[in-house]
C-alpha cells in the first residue's frame, strides 16, 4: 500500500533562490493568494505587488494562500515602472513571462551565470503593461497546444518557476 505522506514527512529540502516576483496589477483574490504559495513552493525571496494593493483580510486570498501571506516576503510598489528600473540598477535580469513577437518558450530558460532574476507577471486581462514589458531583457511564454493562447497567470507563474528553479538546480551542479 503507498501512503500519502504530510509535509512533516517529505523529505524536500528547504531553499531559497534568488529570485523576485513582480506582480504588474494583478487584482484576482485567487490568483494573488495562489502567488503566495507558489512563492513558498519555490522558494522565492519575495513578491512585489505593483499596481493594485492586495486585500490581504480578503478571505478567499487567505483561503487559497493556505497560511503562506503570514510567511512568504512580500511588499507593496505603487508603481510598477519605477520598481522594474530600481531592480534593473540592483542587477536583476528582468524575465517577462508574456507571449511577445520575440518571446520563446520558458522549457529554454537557462542560466549563464549566477544571475537574480526578477519575474514580472501581468494583469489577468491586460498581462504586462506596455512600459514595464518595454523594460524587460528576456521574454519567454508557455507553449500551448489547444485553441487557447492564454491561461490563468497563477498557473503560467507556476509553471515559469518550476522551469527557472530548475535552470539554477542545474547551473548549481556545474
Do not use: W
Not at 529570485?19 to 483574490?29: P, Q, S, V, Y
Not at 487557447?148 to 547551473?171: C, D, H, P, R, W
Request: charge should be negative; include cysteine; charged fraction near 25%.
Amino acid at each position: 500500500m503507498i501512503d500519502q505522506l504530510t509535509h512533516n514527512e517529505s523529505n524536500f529540502q528547504k531553499k531559497e533562490f534568488p529570485i523576485l516576483l513582480l506582480l504588474d496589477n494583478i487584482i484576482g483574490e485567487a490568483n494573488l493568494g495562489s502567488m503566495l504559495r507558489l512563492a513558498d513552493a519555490f522558494g522565492i525571496q519575495k513578491i512585489i505587488f505593483c499596481g493594485s494593493e492586495p486585500n490581504l483580510k480578503s478571505n478567499r486570498l487567505k483561503r487559497t494562500a493556505r497560511n503562506t501571506h503570514n510567511t512568504v516576503n512580500f511588499e507593496f510598489e505603487e508603481d510598477s515602472v519605477e520598481c522594474v528600473n530600481k531592480l534593473k540598477n540592483q542587477g536583476y535580469r528582468t524575465v517577462a513571462i508574456e507571449i511577445t513577437s520575440t518571446s520563446q518558450s520558458i522549457e529554454n530558460f537557462v542560466l549563464e551565470n549566477e544571475n537574480k532574476i526578477l519575474l514580472v507577471a501581468g494583469n489577468e486581462r491586460h498581462g504586462i503593461s506596455e512600459e514595464v514589458l518595454g523594460l524587460c531583457e528576456d521574454y519567454y511564454h508557455i507553449e500551448m497546444f489547444g485553441e487557447n493562447s492564454s491561461m490563468n497567470v497563477a498557473q503560467s507563474v507556476g509553471i515559469a518557476l518550476y522551469e527557472i528553479t530548475k535552470a539554477f538546480n542545474k547551473f548549481d551542479k556545474k
